[in-house]
């Protein structure tokens, strides 16, 4: 192999992070998208592949530039993922509320309703 093509994965990977770089420290450049999170479904779908895919990555004896270009690129679908998780996740805690709420005062009707919101949504994460 030559040095051409040992180190080729590198410069590639360093010439990409730093196209249209940042002009501050604190910024970072966005050059994926990641896949979507459109729904709750589809971010724990994506969030349960693509952690199963860093794990794999992770468990190697060592991280070429290659591995860690891979795992750059799936973290922009895991924080899609957890973008849309933590959005769902804050209206299922105001909807478990309202449960709380509604038993503290005996609101059957709201119980049993929002119950059944909250527990639609909860099983979407774990059945």
Do not use: C, W
Request: charged fraction near 25%.
């Amino acid at each position: 192999m030559s040095i051409v093509s040992k180190t080729l994965p590198a410069t590639a990977l360093v010439t990409l992070l730093t196209i249209g770089g940042p002009a501050h420290a604190d910024e970072r450049p966005d050059h994926f998208k990641g896949l979507p999170a459109n729904t709750l479904e589809e971010a724990v779908r994506n969030f349960s592949e693509h952690n199963h895919k860093l794990e794999a990555v992770l468990t190697q004896d060592t991280l070429t530039s290659r591995e860690l270009f891979a795992i750059h690129e799936l973290t922009y679908t895991l924080e899609n993922a957890l973008e849309r998780i933590n959005t769902e996740l804050e209206a299922l805690a105001e909807t478990l509320e309202e449960v709380h709420v509604a038993s503290e005062t005996a609101d059957t009707e709201t119980v049993r309703s929002k119950g059944g919101e909250y527990l639609s949504v909860s099983r979407k994460m774990i059945p």
